[in-house]
T-cell receptor, first 109, second 116 residues
Framework: KQEVTQIPAALSVPEGENLVLNCSFT??????LQWFRQDPGKGLTSLLL?????REQTSGRLNASLDKSSGRSTLYIAASQPGDSATYLC????????FGTGTSLTVIP | GAGVSQSPSNKVTEKGKDVELRCDPI?????LYWYRQSLGQGLEFLIY????????KSGLPSDRFSAERTGGSVSTLTIQRTQQEDSAVYLC??????????????FGPGTRLTVL
């Protein structure tokens, strides 16, 4: 069974810092990997989707990379802002989606 | 266009009662997923539908849980004889299909269920 791990579980950084969130998975037979953010009491918002044939995707200040062979993905957030504070989840898509437990990010003004 | 919607947004019920949660997926999405998120926990997969059929029901925690989907659109998740441990946020998501490199999930806002 696919297992998805996210490290660190929590992260606190001062505003303006660049940061990296990590996601690892055990089965490389995936269609794609998706990064989400979840604000307290809300559903999940899709940030980026990387297809299995791709190595990275960018959207604004966000850049996600995928190394399928090693079972790793990173989400890079540039010039962090207080509004980036949320829980970030990665999900790998085999025949169903497997989610990590998330990284809780706090950006301090 | 409209996103995934869920109703009710909040549900408080007494232990032993049945509850029904509803999910309206994005129009045209053939795959629909149900997840449960308990306080401070990750997402727990419950069931997914491809069209009206459910290829994978492995995540349903007990036989008190059931789900159906009709017309390839709306889905209902039913919990019978609710227990306090059923208290959680129930999230629904939809996607164009259940597999493939372009398959992207879109989530609804969730239903917060509280069993007293």
């Amino acid at each position: 069974k696919q297992e998805v791990t996210q490290i660190p579980a929590a992260l606190s950084v001062p505003e303006g810092e660049n940061l990296v969130l990590n996601c690892s998975f055990t089965d490389s037979a995936i269609y794609n990997l998706q990064w989400f953010r979840q604000d307290p009491g809300k559903g999940l918002t899709s940030l980026l989707l990387i297809q299995s044939s791709q190595r990275e995707q960018t959207s604004g200040r966000l850049n996600a990379s995928l190394d399928k062979s090693s079972g790793r993905s990173t989400l890079y957030i540039a010039a962090s802002q207080p509004g980036d504070s949320a829980t970030y989840l990665c999900a790998v898509n085999g025949n169903q989606f497997y989610f990590g437990t998330g990284t809780s990010l706090t950006v301090i003004p | 266009g409209a996103g995934v919607s869920q109703s009710p947004s909040n549900k408080v019920t007494e232990k032993g009662k049945d509850v029904e949660l509803r999910c309206d997926p994005i129009s045209g999405h053939t795959a629909l997923y149900w997840y449960r998120q308990s306080l401070g926990q990750g997402l727990e997969f419950l069931i997914y539908f491809q069209g009206n059929s459910a290829p994978d029901k492995s995540g349903l925690p007990s036989d008190r849980f059931s789900a159906e989907r009709t017309g390839g659109s709306v889905s209902t998740l039913t919990i019978q004889r609710t227990q306090q441990e059923d208290s959680a946020v129930y999230l629904c998501a939809s996607s164009w299909a259940s597999g493939g490199a372009y398959n992207e999930q879109f989530f609804g806002p969730g239903t917060r269920l509280t069993v007293l």
